[in-house]
Structure formats: structure tokens, C-alpha cells
């Protein structure tokens, strides 16, 4: 049974910083593409950021590029979000999902945690 668990989120004011952390398991992680999205109130889900499976590759939204990094241990089956000079605009809850590198969908999802920007 595959399981994505995110961890890490939180309020923070705005400026500040979070890590989070997306553990998974029940899938061979090294084989997997890993991506943060997020969603807002009343907003559909959006792309945030995706890692390639061998660590080499990542990809941002515009929104955050230069603010967001995403890595990942693939030692630990645990890919990385770090979020710097966060915004208001960044609340939202945060999922990891795991897509295999031969597959153009996400094929799992974590459950989310929430990441509140105070202004």
C-alpha cells in the first residue's frame, strides 16, 4: 500500500520560512517523479513545484521560483519542499504526489498539510 505523508506546515508571517517534508512508502521512490502542489480556498489545485526521479532535473510554478526548492534522499524515500520569503498568497494546503517517470499523471497523493502566511 503506497503512503505519501507531508509534514512541516504551519503559520508563519509572512517573510518567514517552512520546510516540508513528504515521507513515502510502499513504492520503489527512486522510480518515482516527485511534485508539491497546493490549494487554496476556493481555488483549484495548482502545481508548485516537481523533481525528476534521479534528483537532476526540477521545475517550478512562476510563482515561485527563486523562493521554493524542492529536493529529495532518495536513501530516505523523502522529498523536500523549502519555502523562503513566504507570502500571504502562499496559504494553501500543500500535497505531495508521486508520478512514475513513465507516466504522464500524478498515480498518488499525500493527504495534505496546511500553510497559513500571516501578512
Known amino acids: 500500500q503506497v503512503q505519501l505523508v507531508e509534514s512541516g506546515g504551519g503559520l508563519v508571517q509572512a517573510g518567514g520560512s517552512l520546510r516540508l517534508t513528504c515521507a513515502a512508502s510502499g513504492l520503489t521512490f527512486s522510480s518515482y517523479n516527485m511534485g508539491w502542489f497546493r490549494q487554496a480556498p476556493g481555488k483549484e489545485r495548482e502545481f508548485v513545484a516537481v523533481?525528476?526521479?534521479?534528483?537532476?532535473?526540477?521545475s517550478y510554478a512562476d510563482s515561485v521560483k527563486g523562493r521554493f526548492t524542492i529536493s529529495r534522499d532518495n536513501a530516505k524515500n523523502t522529498v523536500y519542499l523549502q519555502m523562503n520569503s513566504l507570502k500571504p498568497e502562499d496559504t494553501a494546503v500543500y500535497y505531495c504526489a508521486a508520478k512514475d517517470r513513465l507516466s504522464n499523471v500524478y498515480n498518488y497523493w499525500g493527504q495534505g498539510t496546511q500553510v497559513t502566511v500571516s501578512s
Open positions: 523533481i525528476r526521479w534521479s534528483g537532476v532535473s526540477t
